[in-house]
């Protein structure tokens, strides 16, 4: 396999473990064709038992968090997110990691959040069946 190569995977099983920061449980191993992944307990396990692992550390996952699982792990990832939109905060990761977003991409994306009010997306939400439009919302 490509060592330089990123993969994005649904996982039977393993996409059932929820995203816990604090969780003592590790998911290891490679996520490359032929290779292996598997949850490591950290603790002790019993039966009945919700088994978490967490999805990134420190405030450098939420960015990947919205864009790739559509949540923010705790307040602490809006006033990241937030950071980044007036350019106090430097993007974590992506093809702009380490940069700041560009002040085009921080006014196309403000542009774009003013257009909408929380009473206008509940509404579509209630109205719509389109399943792009309602996650995209």
Known sequence: ????????????????????????????GRA???????VV?????????????SYGGGMVGNDRFIQDYGFLDNEDGYQMIAEQLIGKKKMAEG???GRYMSIADRDRTMDNLRQTKMKDDIKLLEETTDTSLKLAI
């Open 32 to 38: 490359v064709p032929g290779g292996e992944l598997k």
């Open 95 to 97: 093809a702009n990691a």
């Open 41 to 53: 307990a950290g603790g002790p396990i019993q039966v009945g038992d919700q088994i978490n692992i």
């Open 1 to 28: 396999a490509d060592e330089n190569v990123s993969y994005r995977l649904l996982i039977p099983f393993l996409d059932m473990c929820n995203h816990d920061r604090s969780s003592l449980h590790v998911l290891t």
